[in-house]
């Protein structure tokens, strides 16, 4: 037998050891009841920093809440119901005009040509007809893939390009888009 199988059958270890499990059950004991006692308290702990709490959030509210003396804001000035179009004409121009005040004077004038009903008017049938997003972005694509297809046949072969290359790929892809565009609305009735 080594030391270690001695020492624990030896009986003055026994004895140390259950003096030691009586020492760990007593101080077990003393955190049961210290827990007891803290979970007993800490409720009422617990409220009174709730209310501390409370009232500082209250306190510091008041504080901090502007009075009503300000301009209410555009929202909050909007009636409810629907608009006339010349409420709506009117309202538009003196945003308008509000905004211009704070531009520069070159941005001011910009924005005059941008906004007038006729440059509005064409733009926006534009990009509802001409300018498809679809239409595009396939107009780009043939674009590079027909030019780049062109490029390498005309340097296989020798020939010359005149530059209307691209531009003819492009209004090319641009058609097919256009027809995807409509064909997709005709069928799905969505833009």
Not at 12 to 35: A, F, I, P, S, V
Not at 69 to 82: A, C, I, Y
Not at 133 to 148: E, V
Request: aromatic share 6%; charged share 30%; proline share 5%.
């Amino acid at each position: 037998m080594n030391s270690k199988e001695q020492n624990n059958f030896n009986p003055e270890t026994k004895k140390e050891t259950k003096e030691l499990q009586e020492l760990g059950d007593q101080h077990r004991e003393r955190l049961q009841e210290n827990l007891e006692r803290a979970a007993e308290q800490s409720p009422e702990k617990v409220e009174d920093v709730r209310q501390e709490a409370m009232e500082k959030a209250l306190a510091h509210e008041k504080q901090t809440t502007p009075e009503s003396t300000e301009e209410e804001s555009p929202v909050e000035r909007r009636p409810n119901g629907p608009r006339s179009k010349l409420e709506t004409e009117a309202s538009f121009n003196a945003t308008m005009t509000e905004v211009r005040t704070q531009m520069s004077a070159p941005s001011r004038t910009f924005s005059k040509v941008i906004h007038n009903k006729a440059v509005e008017k064409v733009s926006e049938v534009t990009g509802n007809t001409v300018a498809r997003p679809d239409a595009i972005l396939s107009g780009a694509i043939f674009a590079f893939a027909l030019t780049l297809g062109t490029y390498l046949i005309a340097k296989n072969f020798g020939y010359p390009l005149s530059g209307f290359e691209a531009i003819a790929a492009f209004i090319l892809g641009w058609i097919l888009g256009i027809v995807y565009d409509f064909l997709k609305v005709m069928v799905t009735g969505r833009k």
